[in-house]
């Protein structure tokens, strides 16, 4: 995407080569950004005074990747992602204090805490989940877009994953079956350049991954994953595709993750050089930055912009803490299914 005009006309007027930026778009994708990466910050916190438990995946520098890639989404496309998926529930619409209760283990999270950060779902939110096992919200992407193609229902299911699910099976099949059976799935890679200490190289004999799209014949995109509105560009143009012709659609976003890859990971793994020459390009910063430059932000904006985010993540720490755990009476509640009634005598 080229870059909007100068700041003579603050992004505003539209020319051939200069598309336009709407101030409001900016902002929200901004505001998004910073609710995001605050959230994230402050679940670091959390878990370090251990009000959260079990594993934690933060995804501090692909901030940009997430917001740019469900921008372009309508409220009734489906949404599929991995366990590095605080961003994508908050996004799709689930509200902060839901999310983190859901991490604070409280009856008030999307799971009623039964699931925790790596688990997160909200269907009635077109948002469904959260998968722990690499590649597993593939197979679920693909059932259902062929559901809402036997249906002839409009949507796109966006499929998020990491470049490690690219070595997995599933990614393949999930890939040849969507093109063989034209199902309308964006999938969508962030790829981090790592899959826990397993950098991409190490991993695909070819790493350039949306050329794996050309086996299956279908179109595969790159993109810039730290720069918002390549990313909402890329992936509008790709959902256009997705739903004007049926077929699915590969799309690469390259992006980094600035903190390890868990709570528990020491990240001995990666140049320390190689971590802040990405974080030369932080979203966070390079973002407003561009803002700026365009006449679409100014300091004081973002000071409030950015205090919004904070109080928001504040409230739905309050909000979590405050949401009692379940009752041990509730405990095998959508674990366990009604017995089965066996017929007098079956198995004796
Ligand atoms: C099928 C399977 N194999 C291995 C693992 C262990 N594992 C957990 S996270 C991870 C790395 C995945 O990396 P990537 O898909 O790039 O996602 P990222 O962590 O970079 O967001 C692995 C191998 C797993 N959860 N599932
Ligand atoms: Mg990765």
Known sequence: MSEPGP?????????????VLAPAHARRLLAEMLLVRRFEER???CYTEGRIRGFLHLGVGQEATAVGGTAALEPEDRLVAAYREHAHALLRGVPPAVVMAEMFGRSAGCCRGRGGSMHLIDAQ?????GYAIVGGGMPLAVGL???????QRPHVTACFFGDGAVAEGAFHECL???????LPVLFFCENNLYAMGTALGRHQAMPLIHRKAAGYGIEGMVVDGMDVLAVEAATRLAVELVRGTGMPVLIEARTYRFRAHSMYDPDRYRDKDEVARW???DPLVTFPRRLRDWGLLDDESLRELDAAATAAVEQAVAEAEAS???????????????????PAGALS
């Open 279 to 281: 974080k030369t390009r």
């Open 176 to 182: 040849n079956l969507a093109a063989l059976w034209r």
């Open 7 to 19: 700041a003579a006309d603050a992004g505003l007027s539209p020319s051939a080569t200069t598309p």
């Open 324 to 342: 009692p755990p379940e009752p041990a009476a509730e405990l095998f509640r959508d674990l366990v299914g009604e017995p089965i009634r066996q």
């Open 43 to 45: 679940a670091a916190e």
């Open 145 to 151: 877009a062929l559901a809402d193609r036997l249906e």
């Open 125 to 129: 939110r077109r948002f469904y989940g």
